[in-house]
């Protein structure tokens, strides 16, 4: 793996030690639309050793518009299959495993024991609500992503530090998008400031380099060029936070 | 006199035509949200939607009153992918 991870060798503060830190972590992406792109090609070529995709869904015409792993040639395939092959071909030292279904109840016992972080990048609420509290309670890492109109924010949540999704947003059976995620559009290039952001965190959190983004939800907004951050604190009512035994920030 | 400082985020942007704002007077969420939503419509619908944070803390838009000088974030829920 040495010339082919070179360039982050030569990066301050990071050693060989980092390096196999990528390559012995397994990464689940659930989502391999928008923002999926993105993650799972900095994370493939990053070298992170494993990775799991999961997306029930298939490529149409309207995805290419923002989903740049996927070509015309691939309408009509499975998302999570031909974002495998994408970033295997990008990176073949890795090992890719697509998912063909979607985040569940009865999925979710289906998944590996040994993961080290998911990545959320999910286009619904109720997948996020499951996959975050699910994620937690595992003691596994959680960043999100998430995009709408012209907007995107990501923030990371550890399994004992940090505001997590229901922290910002509040129970699940009370939240509603706005505007609906299809009805409202997405600025395609959105995805891509976003989800580099998402992956930029895995490799932080995995690597355990630089200040990761916990208690603070990074947001971007296309419109007005807007770069912004705010500190998010864990809502005492939080039904996701209530078994997580949160420690304070540093 | 209490003031609250309000920053509006994505839609909220677009729908309150500001990034930000200060309400003298503002006594709780709930009449912050009351004063906003007679602006408009469209304002009163999108903020039935929102998620506000007092401070970094969400809060339902109740009657509590609020610290002077409280930073109102308010945030339309998103989840696309
Ligand atoms: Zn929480």
């Not at chain 1, 109720?126 to 995107?152: F, H």
């Not at chain 1, 947003?169 to 505007?179: H, I, L, N, Q, S």
């Not at chain 1, 998402?198 to 959190?205: D, N, W």
């Amino acid at each position: 793996m040495a010339s082919r991870y070179q360039r982050h060798l030569s990066l301050p503060g990071f050693t060989p030690r980092h390096q196999e830190r990528l390559d012995a972590a397994h990464v689940l992406v659930v989502g391999a639309g928008g923002l999926g792109a993105p993650v799972l090609t900095y994370l493939a070529g990053a070298g992170v050793g494993e990775l799991t995709v999961m997306d029930d869904d298939q490529i149409d015409e309207t995805n290419l518009q923002r989903q740049v792993l996927f070509t015309v040639a691939d309408i009509g395939r499975p998302k999570a299959v031909v974002a495998a092959e994408r970033v295997q071909a990008l990176n073949p030292d890795i090992t890719v495993h697509p998912l063909t279904t979607r985040f569940s109840p009865t999925t979710q016992s289906q998944m590996s024991d040994d993961l080290n972080l998911v990545v959320d990048c999910s286009d619904n609420l109720p997948t996020r609500y499951l996959l975050e509290s699910w994620a937690l309670n595992a003691d596994v890492p959680y960043v999100w992503a998430a995009i709408g109109q012209y907007a995107g924010r990501c923030s990371v949540v550890l399994p004992h530090v940090g505001a997590c999704f229901e922290c910002v947003y509040g129970p699940a059976e009370r939240v509603a998008e706005w505007p609906n995620g299809a009805q409202g559009g997405v600025f395609g290039p959105v995805c891509g400031v976003v989800g580099a952001l998402a992956a930029a965190e895995a490799i932080k959190v995995l690597t355990g380099l630089g200040q990761p983004l916990v208690g603070r939800m990074a947001m971007v907004d296309a419109w007005s060029g807007d770069l912004t951050q705010i500190v998010i604190h864990p809502d005492p009512y939080c039904r996701t936070c209530q078994d997580r035994h949160l420690t304070d920030l540093a | 006199m209490t003031e609250a400082h309000i920053r509006y985020f994505a839609a909220a942007r677009q729908a309150l035509r500001r990034s930000e704002e200060s309400l003298s007077g503002a006594d709780s969420l709930a009449d912050i949200v009351k004063r906003l939503s007679t602006r408009d419509p469209a304002i009163a619908r999108l903020l039935s939607h929102c998620s506000f944070l007092v401070d970094g803390t969400r809060r339902e838009p109740d009657h509590a009153p609020l610290p002077d000088g409280a930073v109102v974030d308010v945030l339309p829920p998103f989840a696309g992918g």
